[in-house]
């Protein structure tokens, strides 16, 4: 009887304790992985919310994360960083994100940079283009990661390459 009544103690703590715990945010997420970041730029969900593609700034360097949701939130998965140049027109980035979400990212400085298409031997995509708070980002996602030569344009209003990567 007695070990019957420490049962269901056990059991009304654990319920109670699983009812108050709040879901672990993006922010707490990357604090508890000890990522710096002074403010995130966007957070593009993804699977279905399972998974997370965050932009974040810290100090002059602009990283992207992957977190991928849990039972109790969000978790850091790996990430990067590096700083951009501001005096180029379209700076860019690949990373295969340790193989798990291969994608091409960067900042767009010239305003008159409407359309990105990446192109590598293997595949030719158009990037996501999005309007942040502070910047203008761009996002190409592969289905594998790739391999150099790659080229980057950059398209007016009109169609025409105002950027390229291309030699």
Not at 34 to 47: G, L, P, R, T, Y
Request: hydrophobic share 45%; proline share 3%.
């Amino acid at each position: 009887m007695i070990q019957l009544r420490l049962l269901i103690i056990v059991v009304i703590i654990f319920i109670l304790a699983a009812c108050t715990n709040e879901e672990i945010t993006i922010e707490q997420a990357m604090k508890k992985s000890n990522i710096q970041f002074d403010s995130i730029a966007h957070v593009k969900e993804m699977d279905k919310g399972h998974l997370a593609l965050v932009f974040y700034e810290n100090n002059e360097q602009f990283g992207l994360g992957l977190l991928k949701k849990k039972r109790n939130g969000w978790a850091w998965e790996i990430g990067n960083s590096s700083r951009p140049d501001s005096k180029v027109e379209l700076n860019w980035s690949y990373s295969s994100l340790n193989q798990k979400l291969p994608l091409f990212y960067g900042v767009i400085h010239n305003d008159a940079i409407k359309r990105v298409v990446v192109e590598t031997k293997d595949t030719k995509k158009e990037a996501e283009i999005i309007e942040a708070a502070n910047r203008r980002i761009w996002l190409a996602l592969v289905d594998k990661p790739q391999n150099p030569p790659v080229n980057i344009y950059g398209y007016d209003a009109q169609e025409a390459i105002i950027f390229t990567t291309e030699s």
